[in-house]
């Protein structure tokens, strides 16, 4: 062969590897919400492992980060809807770039250890736990499981948690990816698809199969873990989407058009009740920002949402913004508002989203975009769950984004919460997917707790989901309206909430120390004499 032949065939190849593991990212995308299509991302993982096998750390990194920009530059395009293209940009390469890490660790397992996409499995967890962490208490996004909500691998949710379910998902990928090898070997090489010689053969290829397989076979196992709720004792418990005056970072330009507003809707509610078309609820869900005039502060403001209460003759969990002691600071709460006693428990958001809700080294960053101040009150965090017993109900209040953190669902649910409530704004985000990303995630939470999830949001998707993942019933963007559900108030608890968290820690560490095991092994035996 020419020697300008022979230098071109590692570009080449290089290259193709490239536009794979980019595929390979695409595919994962497509399988988000709004979409329904739960294989794409085994497609996706798959294709990555076509692309990382066999590679070194360096290039397994760099071909992770092609993944990742695929993954992540379409999935969070919602991010500068309204503040331009930077912020969107920053975010999306940031969480590419912690996507390399993982994908360094799967190439020098595919070289080192046997069953190799078992390793490349707990290798993506690894860096989705990463990405939970990390940069500024995480932002785990895009968790492969939230792909997973109408898929035959949900009830994993139930058994094994989050990260286990996003196992399962990567590893049926990654053994598909091995398998897929397998057969191209064979066919290139007359039938010898072994790792050294044919006899290996039959052994990596049933083995790959096995892999498949086993998430599936696992996936029909845990469906008697799931709840669904019957049996339990119920409370019918409203939603209130009060809709706001219009879409976009000014959609509360108007703070007390949009609590009248609400307050409003709970009028409606309150005439279906006496004309006999709606059950009276125990207790109402207003969602996050529905007051974003300090209730504590402003008389006007109390006075509305006590009318609302009175009006409808039950407690209310309003979403407001107050004021903190510090100037320049403010709490994102939930405030359980009694028709009779007025303002009683909070619960104060635990996690404000960075650069949204508040900007760490404001200085920093202003240096590259002048859009930090358009934060001008940096949010404050809590320190305690949101457990909350609104008229003898125990609930957990987890606020907006808070539902994508494993961490602080499985608080308020050790913490005795029998339902689940999602206070929420979406209006920032106008007619984006980012609204149906979240009801995708509080699916598989629904699964994963085993607990009714109610989402409350100020301009949709406001939605009842039942505790098997299913939607019972939703309220359109950008539309006014209420929802009455009888809900199931559920004490038993999942394995999926006892095993979730060490589940996590078990599958992130076990793919760097099963790569050090090895190698420690292989040198000491290349050290003994005659080696």
């Given at each position: 062969m ?7 065939t ?16 695409l595919?994962v995308?497509?399988?988000y919400?709004?979409s329904t299509?739960w ?11 076509l ?5 070194g ?5 760099g071909?992770g ?7 992540f530059l379409p999935?969070l395009?919602w991010t ?17 770039l ?10 020098p397992?595919?070289r080192?250890?046997?069953a190799?996409?078992?390793?490349a499995a707990?290798?993506w967890v690894g860096?989705e736990?990463l990405?939970?962490?990390f940069?500024?208490g995480?932002f785990p996004?895009g968790?492969?499981?939230f792909?997973?909500?109408d ?5 994993l949710?139930?058994?094994?948690g989050?990260?286990?379910l996003s196992f399962?998902?990567?590893?049926a ?10 057969v191209?070997?064979?066919v290139?090489?007359?039938g ?6 044919g006899r290996w053969?039959?052994?990596?290829a049933?083995?790959a199969?096995?892999?498949i ?7 029909l196992?845990a ?7 019957a ?5 019918p ?6 809709n706001v005056p ?10 007390r058009a ?6 409003a809707e709970?009028e409606?509610?309150a ?5 006999g078309t709606?059950?009276r609820?125990?207790?109402?869900i207003?969602?996050?920002?529905s007051?974003?005039?300090d ?14 209460a009175?009006?409808i003759?039950?407690p209310?969990?309003?979403g407001?913004?107050?004021?903190a ?5 403010v709490?994102n709460?939930g ?6 006693t007025g ?9 404000p989203?960075p ?10 960053f202003r240096?590259?975009s002048?859009?930090?101040?358009l ?7 809590g320190?305690?769950?949101g ?6 109900v ?6 907006c ?9 499985r608080d308020?649910?050790t913490?005795?919460?029998q ?8 209006a ?9 990303q979240q009801?995708?995630m509080?699916?598989?939470?629904a699964?994963e707790?085993?607990r009714e999830?109610?989402?409350?949001a100020?301009?949709g998707?406001?939605?009842v ?9 939703t309220?359109?963007l950008f539309t ?6 009888d809900?199931p ?9 006892v095993?979730?968290?060490?589940i996590r820690w078990v599958?992130?560490?076990?793919c760097p120390?099963?790569l ?7 040198r000491?035996?290349?050290s003994?004499?005659?080696?």
């Amino acid at each position: 062969m020419p020697l300008r032949a022979r230098a071109a065939t590692p570009t080449r190849v290089g290259l193709l590897r490239l536009c794979t593991a980019a595929a390979g990212g695409l595919a994962v995308f497509g399988g988000y919400a709004p979409s329904t299509r739960w294989w794409l991302p085994i497609v996706g993982f798959a294709l990555l492992a076509l692309a990382v096998r066999g590679r070194g750390w360096r290039s397994a990194a760099g071909l992770g980060f092609a993944f990742g920009c695929l993954q992540f530059l379409p999935l969070l395009g919602w991010t500068g809807i309204y503040v331009g293209s930077g912020p969107w940009l920053a975010l999306a390469i940031a969480e590419a770039l912690l996507v390399a890490p993982a994908t360094a660790l799967m190439g020098p397992a595919s070289r080192r250890l046997p069953a190799w996409p078992l390793w490349a499995a707990c290798a993506w967890v690894g860096g989705e736990t990463l990405r939970a962490l990390f940069p500024f208490g995480g932002f785990p996004w895009g968790t492969v499981a939230f792909t997973q909500p109408d898929g035959p691998l949900l009830p994993l949710a139930a058994v094994v948690g989050e990260s286990g379910l996003s196992f399962a998902v990567a590893l049926a990928g990654f053994a598909i990816g091995e398998l897929g090898h397998l057969v191209w070997r064979a066919v290139r090489h007359g039938g010898s698809a072994g790792y050294d010689t044919g006899r290996w053969a039959p052994m990596t290829a049933w083995l790959a199969i096995g892999l498949i397989a086993l998430p599936f076979l696992a996936g029909l196992a845990a469906l008697p873990a799931v709840q669904a709720g019957a049996g339990a004792p119920t409370a019918p418990i409203a939603v209130i989407q009060g809709n706001v005056p219009e879409p976009g970072l000014e959609f509360n330009a108007r703070r007390r058009a949009v609590l009248d507003m609400h307050a409003a809707e709970t009028e409606k509610l309150a005439e279906a009740v006496e004309s006999g078309t709606a059950t009276r609820p125990r207790l109402v869900i207003w969602p996050e920002n529905s007051s974003d005039i300090d209730p504590y502060r402003n008389p006007d403001a109390a006075e509305v949402i006590s009318g609302a209460a009175r009006r409808i003759g039950v407690p209310i969990l309003v979403g407001a913004v107050t004021l903190a002691d510090r100037p320049g600071y403010v709490y994102n709460k939930g405030i359980v508002w009694d028709p009779v006693t007025g303002p009683g428990q909070t619960y104060t958001k635990r996690h404000p989203v960075p650069f949204a809700e508040y900007i760490p080294w404001r200085g920093f960053f202003r240096m590259f975009s002048s859009k930090v101040d358009l934060v001008t009150s940096d949010f404050l965090p809590g320190d305690v769950p949101g457990n909350l017993t609104i008229a003898g109900v125990p609930i957990g209040d987890v606020i907006c984004f808070e539902v994508v953190e494993d961490p602080l669902v499985r608080d308020v649910v050790t913490g005795g919460a029998q339902v689940i409530v999602v206070q929420t704004n979406n209006a920032t985000f106008g007619f984006t997917n980012e609204t149906y990303q979240q009801q995708a995630m509080s699916r598989v939470r629904a699964v994963e707790y085993g607990r009714e999830v109610l989402i409350a949001a100020t301009s949709g998707v406001s939605a009842v989901i039942r505790p098997d993942g299913t939607v019972e019933s939703t309220i359109g963007l950008f539309t006014a309206g209420y929802r009455v559900a009888d809900v199931p108030l559920i004490d038993a608890t999942t394995p999926g909430t006892v095993l979730g968290a060490p589940i996590r820690w078990v599958l992130t560490v076990a793919c760097p120390l099963a790569l050090f095991g090895a190698l420690a092994i292989s040198r000491r035996r290349t050290s003994r004499p005659g080696a």
